[in-house]
C-alpha cells in the first residue's frame, strides 16, 4: 500500500478544480478548472506556487493532459473547444472548435518531430476524434472519426 501524504491545502482557483496533470519528469502541476482557466504550479520546498494562469476557455476546463516530452498541453472545456498551448512560451498554439457537447475529453497520442497527434472524446455522439497537427503548420486537421459503441447501463 503506498501511503499519501498532503503537501499543501491552497485555493487553487475560484471554483473547482475538474482536470490535473503533471508534466513528465518535472515538478510542475497543471489544474483547470470551473472558473475557466489552466495554471501551472512549481512544487518547491513542498508547496505550490502558481507560475502561470492560462485564460480563454469558456464553460469550464473538464480536461488537460501533456505531451510526453512536456512541451506543449491540451485542454478540453465546455464551451467544445480544444487549446494546445506552449509550456514554455505559454502562447495559445491551435484552437480545435468542436460542435457543442463534442470535446469531454482529450489526450496527446504520437509526438515526433514532424507531427503531433490529439485525440478528443466526443461527447452525445460516441465518437473520438484523432488531429495531427504536422510541424509548422497553422491548424490539426482532423485525420480520423472513431465510431465507439454505445453502452447500455444495465439499468436501461
Known sequence: MVRATSLQKTIA????????A?????????TGSVDETVKLWQLLDDKLECSHTFTGM????????????????VAS??????????????????????QPTESWGTVFGEVSAASTQIAVAGGSK???YVYRGAAG???????MTLDLPQVRSCWS
Open 13 to 20: 482557483h475560484d471554483e473547482g478544480v475538474w482536470a490535473t
Open 22 to 30: 503533471w508534466l513528465p519528469g518535472s515538478s510542475q502541476l497543471l
Open 58 to 73: 469558456a464553460l469550464g476546463v473538464i480536461a488537460i493532459d501533456v505531451d510526453p516530452t512536456g512541451t506543449y498541453a
Open 77 to 98: 472545456s465546455l464551451d467544445s473547444t480544444v487549446r494546445v498551448f506552449g509550456v514554455e512560451d505559454k502562447a495559445v498554439k491551435h484552437i480545435i472548435e468542436r
Open 126 to 128: 460516441g465518437q473520438a
Open 137 to 143: 503548420t497553422d491548424e490539426p486537421e482532423l485525420e
